[in-house]
């Protein structure tokens, strides 16, 4: 019995080295991943490149608890405001603005060559994920710095719409975004909102023109049918009926 424990503790004892030594591989391999996007964006030298990648995991740390001060010595020190995680290729404005870092949104934005337009792997934009956040005052802000509202696929206003805000809905509409963008599966904002069950959402895309008769390509589904499969029929007969009450008036 003694020499089974004895076999059993030396047992674990291995296997906590070698759990040791895998996240230490695991670190150092990521440690090199953001080193090697920070080089092809910088053109840095590797050490150069090596040390500003130290700078990025402070700097990505730094835009999810929303710490601005503690970015502020890394931009001072050279390191470039566009770049990128590695995980999903998003600019630092990006996350802060997933994780609501408004004092990081608010210094990123002042940085003379930010690139409002970068996009993740995804495609995503920082307006499109300031929209999805419902986030009205980074939007605001976006907007107002020069972020395109209009762009091929997807826009700030399908997600905005798959997020319900119509506050948001509203002001990209003001701003001339285009109601029935289409994305590279030609689903609308319509679409999104009803597949959400953002009857509020649809009710006012309806009422600013939105053709509830268009059908992407994927399913050749219109926004009502969406509905009904996301399984939202009270959604689907609110946009039948204004396609109805549409078709009396002509």
Known sequence: MRLSLRGLAKRLRQLRGRIRGRIRGHLTLKMGAIAMAVASVTGAAPVAAQAQGKDAV???????????????????RGLDPNVREPERGETGLIVALRNDAMDVVELLLAQPKIQLE?????????????????????????IAKGAQVNRPGWTALHYAAAAGDVEIVRLLLEQHAYIDAESPTKV???????????????KVLLEEGADA??????????????????????????????????????
């Open 118 to 142: 970068a996009h993740a792997e995804n495609g995503n934009t920082a307006l499109m994920m300031a929209a999805f956040r419902k986030n009205k005052p980074a939007v605001l802000a976006l």
């Open 188 to 202: 609308t904002p319509l679409m999104m909102a009803a597949r959400e069950g953002q009857e509020d959402v649809v």
């Open 58 to 76: 402070s700097f990505f740390r730094s835009a999810q608890l929303n710490d601005a001060r503690g970015i502020k010595p890394l931009l001072a």
């Open 213 to 250: 008769s268009l059908r992407d390509a994927g399913f050749r589904m219109d926004a009502a049918e969406f509905a009904d499969k996301a399984d939202k029929p009270w959604i689907a007969k609110t946009i039948r009926h204004f396609q109805a009450e549409q078709m009396m008036k002509r």
